[in-house]
């Protein structure tokens, strides 16, 4: 049986299709896949090479600042920290003019490497009294971090203001 021109058309497009069809399945869409996997794989390591570059540029200020900390008072004893922190409170209240009224220190117990010293003060003064003491500890050379501050008034007029302060200090623990 002899095919007429046009059936010998419509076979060859079919078998065309059919291998067509067989070719994208197999082997057209796998490389797609894998190349648009290859392209993310490529982003994600990118971004982490950006990161660990970004890293390895702070790691000397980070030296630096921590070789400062060691220098300013980060202590292997507790109570040197303590007494460290006491001392830089007592002077950098009577720069500022805050009267301190109370200071009380909670150590408390962590996992890690560095201990950690909670110390919970409360004092009064005035306004510009009070900013100069919150600078001073912002800035200090000292290890120490602000956890959370209240501020509030005697009066009206905020001439006279009170402030509780929770902050805390680190040691290395041996």
């Not at 790691?59 to 008072?73: N, P, S, V, Y």
Request: proline content about 2%.
């Amino acid at each position: 049986m002899a095919l007429t021109r046009r059936e010998q058309k419509i076979m060859y497009l079919t078998v065309a299709s059919v291998m067509f069809l067989i070719f994208n399945t197999y082997v057209l869409e796998p490389i797609l896949d894998m190349r648009s996997e290859t392209d993310q794989m490529h982003q994600t390591l990118h971004t982490q090479v950006d990161r660990s570059l970004t890293t390895l540029k702070r790691k000397k200020q980070m030296q630096k600042r921590w070789a400062q900390m060691q220098q300013a008072g980060l202590s292997s004893d507790v109570q040197k920290a303590e007494a460290m922190v006491y001392r830089y409170l007592e002077e950098s209240s009577q720069r500022s003019g805050l009267q301190l009224g109370s200071v009380q220190p909670d150590r408390l117990i962590t996992e890690s490497e560095l201990g950690e010293i909670d110390f919970v003060l409360s004092g009064t003064g005035s306004m510009r009294s009070v900013t100069e003491f919150l600078w001073d500890l912002e800035t200090a050379a000292i290890p120490l971090k602000i956890k959370s501050h209240q501020l509030g008034s005697k009066n009206e007029m905020a001439k006279a203001m009170t402030i509780q302060i929770e902050l805390s200090t680190v040691y290395v623990k041996e």
